[in-house]
């Protein structure tokens, strides 16, 4: 299924660019979009601001549990970028 991925401050600097489009599999959360980018982008390290990391799914609040639908935007971010 395709989501679109749209991140800001350093997450954005690190992967090179503020909106993605990936196909992940069905039953994919935050989490498996957050683990593809970082073995896509060698300078995307989750765990350098996995305690400050933001993110929403379709402009709600989410957390790494969370799961995907079809077309779902998620936004990844830190507190100071958002907005």
């Known amino acids: 299924m395709e989501v679109t991925i ?8 690190a992967v ?3 909106s993605l489009t990936r196909v992940v599999e ?3 959360t935050v989490d498996d979009v957050i683990r ?5 982008f060698d300078a995307f390290d989750p765990e350098s601001v996995s305690d ?6 379709n402009g709600a609040g989410a ?7 079809p077309g779902d935007a998620v936004v990844l971010t830190e ?3 958002e907005e």
């Open 52 to 57: 400050d990391l933001v993110c929403r799914v």
């Open 16 to 18: 090179g660019e503020q």
């Open 79 to 81: 507190p100071s970028a």
């Open 26 to 28: 069905r039953r994919s």
């Open 36 to 40: 593809g980018l970082a073995a896509e």
């Open 63 to 69: 957390d790494r549990t969370t799961r995907l639908s």
């Open 6 to 13: 749209r991140c800001y401050g350093d997450i954005a600097d």
